[in-house]
């Protein structure tokens, strides 16, 4: 089992930025690819970025290239998201998750954290 959980999440303003820390618990998190999901109201959960085992590969969805960057500290079991010019499209619970595969399938991670919510106001 991992246990995942998110922090960071908030309220700020269009053109601001956040970072979101996801710590890690329970087996080896560098046995593990981790990926940020994100679920606007309504709207189905979306993949945002992952970040491959060792932190040497990483991908993203077009609608945050240049403006997020996933990160991981394998010492510290701890998976981040900088989140920068935020927009209000961005709005949305902000889930990470762990997955023994490299995928964008949510189906394909086993793991996921409760989730945290960042709203971006104009």
């Known amino acids: 089992q991992v246990q995942l959980v998110e922090s960071g999440g908030g309220l700020v303003q269009a053109g601001g930025s956040l970072r979101l820390s996801c710590a890690a618990s329970?087996?080896?998190?560098?046995?593990?690819?981790m990926g940020w999901f994100r679920q606007a109201p309504g709207k189905e959960r979306q993949f945002v970025a992952r970040i491959k085992w060792t932190g040497a590969g990483t991908d993203y969805t077009d609608s945050v290239k240049g403006r997020f960057t996933v990160s991981r500290d394998n010492a510290k079991n701890t998976v981040y998201l900088q989140m920068n010019n935020l927009k209000q499209e961005d709005t949305a619970v902000y889930y990470c998750?762990?997955?023994?595969?490299?995928?964008?399938?949510?189906?394909?991670?086993?793991?996921w954290g409760q989730g945290t919510q960042v709203t971006v106001s104009s």
């Open positions: 329970g087996r080896t998190f560098s046995n593990y690819a």
């Open positions: 998750a762990a997955s023994s595969m490299w995928s964008i399938q949510k189906g394909a991670y086993a793991y």
